[in-house]
């Protein structure tokens, strides 16, 4: 199975749908387990159904570092329990740097776009 965070990878911003993940396939965002309603709303939008592992921090306590880390010990964890993830989508560099680090088994698949007008 592959991995996808949401903001940057299932989503771009302005409504835009990005990568959208498999039926098998589980979501490990950065986003705190107070946005469950808002993200869980957005995903059934978009008609995407996958397990959802939101970051069990504060809204107000999230960093970028700590999305990081929540993400690696997801990956772990499934890990752990016999749930390899294969690839893992990630845009933000510093997450992805966490990442590589405390769960260097794991593909990351950067996704860079350019959504400028032309």
């Given at each position: 199975?592959?991995?996808?965070?949401?903001?940057?990878v299932?989503y771009?911003?302005?409504?835009?749908?990005?990568?959208?993940?498999?039926?098998?396939?589980?979501?490990?965002?950065?986003?705190?387990?107070?946005?469950?309603?808002?993200?869980?709303?957005?995903?059934?939008?978009?008609?995407?159904?996958?397990?959802?592992?939101?970051?069990?921090?504060?809204?107000?306590?999230?960093?970028?570092?700590?999305?990081?880390?929540?993400?690696?010990?997801?990956?772990?964890?499934?890990?752990?329990?016999?749930?390899?993830?294969?690839?893992?989508?990630?845009?933000?560099?510093?997450?992805?740097?966490?990442?590589?680090?405390?769960?260097?088994?794991?593909?990351l698949?950067?996704?860079?776009?350019?959504?400028?007008?032309?």
């Open positions: 199975m592959n991995g996808f965070d949401i903001d940057g299932i771009f911003g302005n409504t835009r749908p990005g990568i959208r993940p498999g039926s098998d396939d589980v979501i490990i965002s950065g986003r705190s387990y107070q946005e469950a309603d808002e993200t869980f709303a957005f995903l059934r939008t978009f008609g995407i159904q996958n397990r959802v592992f939101l970051n069990p921090i504060n809204f107000l306590d999230k960093t970028r570092e700590k999305s990081g880390l929540h993400k690696a010990k997801t990956l772990n964890t499934l890990k752990d329990q016999g749930e390899i993830v294969d690839l893992f989508f990630e845009d933000d560099p510093i997450q992805a740097e966490i990442i590589r680090r405390d769960a260097p088994w794991v593909n698949v950067m996704v860079v776009h350019d959504l400028t007008v032309k």
